[in-house]
């Protein structure tokens, strides 16, 4: 069963929203020094916001002036991780061509819309709020982290390669990585109630210090781009599903991977997390023993939620919940669907397939591989230059609304075939997972990929929002 599509998404808007829309679209694309059709001269004086076109790359000190600059009265009180201050820094020194290019890369087969629409409900409505957030992640993903060009390019298949380097410290990270897909320290399988993807977390395989931190964020993020290629509208979050350990050790928690994890889906994969269930976890014994008990190790697991607990957006605080036994699980998953693991009737069981040698081979083919990619950069641009006149001409918004739906389709089919060219082959690729066209099959047959909105009008819908995934 797939839940209804949620306010604030594609097709799914109110007049005041679809502004706010428009307005992180114009400043968005001023920062990629998209030029609009027929700029008036004095555009680069004007706000984001203002329907006016974007400035070119003539003075980026010029073009940037736009954007006010945060002070103690006007920063976002949940900057919590300084993406004010990176925003201004990267407006001063990043090349905007790279952040326009980091963007689509991220949007892969997602509706354009749907990503910024991400960081506006993330950053409650607040469009100069979720425009900082939103280019801060870029940017981490250009310089940070390399999710493009190195984590999902290169993949499973070259950190079996770097595992025989003769290089020490690249065989540390190569070995590492693969130790952590070989134990099945988190995988993805099937779905909850809400026909959201499942990412299943074995808590009790991790042991402090087997891998190196460097390992630990690759594959974090590894995982959640590999969770991403699994959505399809109007499923647009996953579940976290971790399973403790009854028994966990407490007496030396590793907090480095949590709050790394934490960190992403704040402030780098925004509304992306439908609910989180802990299973099995003595955390939820909090009242049942004395300091006296012999079960004092819990407590000290009690104090290790409360203080993750305080780590987290109050919102994201509360997707979390915990689950002591198979018939409150069942209330976010059907038996049917939860593995036979964790006393479901589902009896697939994690293996993991070992990288084919053969299997990337059409990224070799870069003549096919450019090609595609010339064919999306055309599809882009026409959908930046929709986009403008979506936002200037208010006479005709429902035809060129539809417009940008049907090219934000073409870029969702283009993407499935740039995929095998782009990004190397992953565990849920060898299994059958995923498969050709972007069809996801967990059990039985592929679900066919639906449109991306079921209307070309941004208007309000009577849909009954689920709590998990409402701010």
Known sequence: MVGPVLPGRPGHLTADQEAKLQELWTATLQVFGVQAPDRPEDAEDQPPG??????????????????????GASADPNDKYGQSKEFQQVLATQDPEKLRNAFWGMVKHDHPDGLLLRFLRARKWDVHNALVMLIATMNWRLKDIHVDDEIMMKGEGQAVLDSSSSNAAVKREGKDFLAQLRLGKSFLHGTDREGRPICFVRVRLHKQGEQSETSLERYTVYTIETARLLL?????????LEQQSLNPSADDPDYAPVKFMIKCFEAN???????????????????????NSPKERDLNIIGIWNIIKGWLD????????FTKNLEELERFVEKS????????DDPWEYH????????NEKMSDKSTLQRLLDERRSVVKEYESTTQEWIANSQNRMALQQKRNDLAERLRSGYWQLDPYARARSLYDRIGMIREGGLIQYYGEPETAKPLVASPQNGPHPVEPRAD???
Do not use: C, N
């Open 232 to 240: 399809a509208p109007p499923v647009d979050t996953a579940v976290g």
């Open 352 to 359: 993991y397939v070992e990288p084919k040698t053969d299997e």
């Open 269 to 291: 994969y925004p509304e992306s997390l439908g609910v989180v269930l802990v299973h099995k976890s003595p955390w939820i014994f909090q009242s049942t023993y004395s300091r």
């Open 337 to 344: 669907h939860i593995i036979k693991e964790l006393g479901g």
């Open 469 to 471: 995934d409402v701010d």
């Open 314 to 321: 109050p919102v994201v605080a509360s997707k979390v919940h």
């Open 50 to 71: 203002s329907g006016t076109a974007t400035p070119d790359k003539k003075s980026k000190k010029k073009k940037h002036s736009m954007f006010r600059k945060d002070d």
